[in-house]
C-alpha cells in the first residue's frame, strides 16, 4: 500500500514549465527559418540571408545560444559581396542597391559578433559597393518614390541611416566624405513619422554630440506622443500600432534611455511580447496594413527580435 505522503506527492498538480523567454522564442524560430531558405529556393534572399541573419549574428554577440548551423549557409554568402546582384534561382533582386545594403548590414554583424572568418576584403568590397551607390545629396534612394518604410523595404531615411553605419563601422577615414554627405542629408529630413523620429534619435546617438538638441528633442517628442494605449506604435501619430514601427520606436529609445522613457520603452517591449506568434515570430507588417507578405513576415521578425534584444534585462 502506498503511504498517504507520497500518494498525495504523486497527485499533487505539476507546476507547468517556465515559458522560454520571447528573445529565445525568436532566435529559436529565425534559427530554424533562415537556413532552409537557400536549399529550398536555390537563391539567396534580404529577409532570411540579411535581415534574419543580422538578428541571429546580433543574439549570438550578446551571448544568447544560435546554432552554428543557423548561419553558416549565410555567413558563406554574405562573404562573396561580388555574387550579391545575382542571388541566383529564377529570379533576380528587384532593387540591387537595397539588397547590397541589407546584406552588408548583416554582414557588418557577423564580423561584430566574430563569426565571419578573415572578412576585412569582404567588408571593404561591400562599403566599397555601398559608397558607389550614394547620390550626390547623400542619399541612398531605393526603387520608386520616397514613401513609408516597411520592414524589408526601409525606406530612404532607415536606408541612409544603415548605409552610414555600414561605412563608419567598416572604415570611418576611407569613407569620411560620403559619411559627412549621409549626416548632412540625414540632418536635413523633416520629421513626421514614427520612422522619422526613430532614425533620427538613431542618428544623434550615433554621431555622440548634442549639436542638434532640437531635432533630437522634436523626434523624441513625437515619439512619446505617438505611443498607443497598449504600448505600440503606427506609421503616424495617429495610425494603428504595428510591431515593425514599435521595433524601431524600441530601438531608438533603447539607445539612449532615460527617466523619462523609462516607462515608455517597458511598454513598447511589452506590447512587442504580446503580439508574439506561438511560433515565436511575428505578424507582419505590411504598407498598407493587413496584406500577406513572407517578407515581410521574416524582416518583422527580425526587427521585433532585435528590438528585445536591446531591451533585455
Keep these: 500500500m502506498i503511504p498517504l505522503s507520497v500518494l498525495a506527492l504523486l497527485l499533487a498538480p505539476t507546476a507547468p514549465a517556465p515559458a522560454d523567454p520571447p528573445e529565445v522564442r525568436a532566435i529559436r524560430y529565425l534559427a530554424q527559418e533562415v537556413p532552409r531558405w ?6 539567396a534572399s534580404c529577409h532570411h540571408n ?3 541573419a543580422h538578428a541571429l549574428f546580433r543574439a549570438a554577440s550578446l551571448g544568447f545560444e544560435v546554432p552554428p548551423e543557423a548561419t553558416t549557409d549565410s555567413i558563406q554568402w554574405l562573404l562573396q559581396p561580388d555574387l550579391w546582384d545575382d542571388n541566383g534561382g529564377q529570379g533576380t533582386f528587384s532593387d540591387k542597391r537595397l539588397a547590397r545594403l541589407q546584406f552588408a548590414r548583416a554582414l557588418t554583424e557577423a564580423v561584430a559578433a566574430d563569426l565571419a572568418p578573415n572578412p576585412r576584403s569582404a ?7 555601398l559608397a558607389a551607390d550614394q547620390q550626390p545629396d547623400g542619399s541612398w534612394p531605393i526603387d520608386g518614390p520616397d514613401t513609408l518604410g516597411s520592414p524589408a523595404t526601409y525606406g530612404w531615411s532607415l536606408t541612409a541611416l544603415t548605409a552610414r553605419r555600414i561605412l563608419a563601422t567598416t572604415d570611418p577615414d576611407r569613407y569620411r566624405d560620403p559619411i559627412a554627405a549621409a549626416d548632412h542629408w540625414l540632418r536635413a529630413r523633416p520629421i513626421r513619422t514614427t520612422l522619422d523620429a526613430s532614425v533620427a534619435l538613431l542618428h544623434e546617438h550615433d554621431l555622440g554630440t548634442e549639436t542638434s538638441p532640437d531635432r533630437r528633442r522634436q523626434a523624441l517628442d513625437l515619439l512619446l506622443r505617438a505611443q498607443s494605449p497598449d504600448g505600440g506604435w503606427g506609421p503616424y501619430e495617429t ?28 511598454r513598447g517591449r511589452s506590447y512587442l511580447i504580446a503580439t508574439q506568434l506561438p511560433s515565436g515570430g511575428w505578424p507582419e507588417t505590411t504598407r498598407p496594413s493587413g496584406s500577406e507578405s513572407d517578407a515581410q513576415h521574416y524582416s518583422t521578425t527580425a526587427w521585433a527580435t532585435l528590438a528585445l534584444l536591446a531591451t533585455k534585462q
Design 239 to 266: 495610425s494603428p500600432p504595428e510591431v515593425f514601427d514599435t521595433a524601431l520606436a524600441v530601438l531608438a529609445l533603447a539607445a539612449a534611455p532615460s527617466t523619462d522613457t523609462r516607462e515608455h520603452l517597458q
Design 38 to 43: 537557400r536549399p529550398e529556393n536555390g537563391c
Design 50 to 52: 540579411g535581415d534574419g
Design 123 to 129: 567588408l571593404t568590397t561591400a562599403a566599397d559597393q
